[in-house]
């Protein structure tokens, strides 16, 4: 009331009344309404103090984590680009080393085919050239065992026929002349 009673005394004497009956037909009490402009006061300090600046810092955080996350991602996708441009890359490589190999491969078989194939023709022409003088020397052995025959037949035939014993040198005779005439 004290207060009050200052604003009273200290607005003119015709405003006073005025002025106190606007403050009465109200009901403005000025020690309710400095209480509550402290409590207010007080609660606002307190709210920002502990509530409002908390959520603003938290909000804040959040914030800056979300982006964090984002750039993050971005570089996760872009690292992700890389490495499959990366793999595409090697399996390109990788294809055309493939395909190298195996047209080496197959160049080496066609070499090795050739080589093997040279190899097995020799084979067979030396083996047909030892079949040749293997043959060769049989009839020139089957020839000799043949004239050798022909002349003892000779020769026996020849000793019957003349009934006579015929000697070395006649036999020697005959089976010169038999050998000449087969040779002929």
Partial sequence: MNVYLLIANAAPAVEKSALQDTLEQFGWNPLA????????????FLLNKFAYKPVLAMLEERKKRIEDGLANARQVEEKLAEAT???EDIRGKANADAVKMIADAQAAAKVVTEREGQRAVA????????????????AKRLMAELKKDISRLIVDSTAKVTGKVLTDADRKTIVDSTNKELAA
């Fill in 33 to 44: 309404f400095f209480s509550q402009v402290i409590s207010f006061s007080l609660v606002a």
């Fill in 85 to 87: 441009q990366a793999a």
């Fill in 123 to 138: 084979q067979a022409a030396d083996i047909i050239q030892k079949a040749r003088e293997a043959g060769e020397a049989e």
